[in-house]
């Protein structure tokens, strides 16, 4: 029997998602959870009548706890399944996708592995910034949680598969890191790429130059220095 819901997410989150989930089922047991602390103390008796939802959440849930929940775990990952992993909107915007989009999937061991339930896909316009990308990923990643919400809490038996599958390369931190070292050699194009994906950099990445043993950081501004390269070219 599915008594309780487990979501996982950011504190900021966390209230509406627990909001929606109780109007879908008022009688149904939310537990709110931030970090992979507060998930390990969940008793085993909880996870074994629990299904846990997880939202833009960078915590990885471990298989033991996956395997100890009775109704499963169901992930909402802000980007489309061609870019799994971390960082979905940067590296949309580093590789100059002209499409993005919004994937729920059933947790598995290995991250961003699972069935696919549902996708939203939509198009984005050429130099979008991450910020106006993320903001555009978030919308349709709650719209995506509000339409499955109702199943999610009151249907024990699992969603329904999608015949989708996860492509590309998984971004993860060793990539971003590698990302963020800008090598001496960069072509202007590339360098106006990597700035703006990787200029505010995520989980704390920062662009950087290494220069005989010295490591420069690239200071923040509001505005770029110079014009990006397009604008240069356009220019000579």
Request: hydrophobic share 45%.
């Amino acid at each position: 029997m599915l008594q309780t819901i487990i979501v996982l997410s950011g504190p900021v989150e966390c209230p509406v998602l627990v909001s929606r989930i109780q109007s879908c089922a008022p009688f149904v047991r939310i537990v709110p959870v931030s970090t992979l602390e507060d998930l390990l103390v969940i008793p085993r008796d909880v996870l074994l009548n629990a299904r846990l939802i997880g939202f833009a959440t960078p915590v990885i849930v471990p298989g033991m706890v996956l395997d100890a929940l009775g109704h499963g775990a169901y992930n909402f990952h802000p980007g489309p399944p061609s870019l799994p992993g971390l960082c979905p909107a940067h590296v949309a915007v580093y590789r100059g996708e002209r499409r993005f989009g919004v994937t729920a999937h059933k947790m598995v061991a290995r991250v961003d592995a699972g069935p696919i339930v549902d996708v939203s896909l939509f198009d984005i316009e050429p130099g979008i910034s991450v910020h106006e990308l993320e903001k555009l990923s978030y919308r349709e990643l709650a719209l995506l949680f509000w339409k499955l919400s109702p199943q999610l809490a009151t249907q024990p038996a699992p969603l329904d598969e999608l015949p989708i599958g996860w492509s590309g390369e998984k971004s993860n931190r060793r990539l971003l890191a590698e990302w963020s070292a800008v090598p001496l050699d960069v072509s202007a194009e590339e360098l106006d790429r990597r700035v703006a994906a990787f200029g505010i950099g995520p989980f704390g990445s920062t662009l950087s130059v290494t220069i005989h043993g010295h490591r420069f950081l690239l200071e923040q501004t509001a505005q770029p220095i110079a014009e990006p390269a397009e604008a240069r070219a356009a220019a000579g």
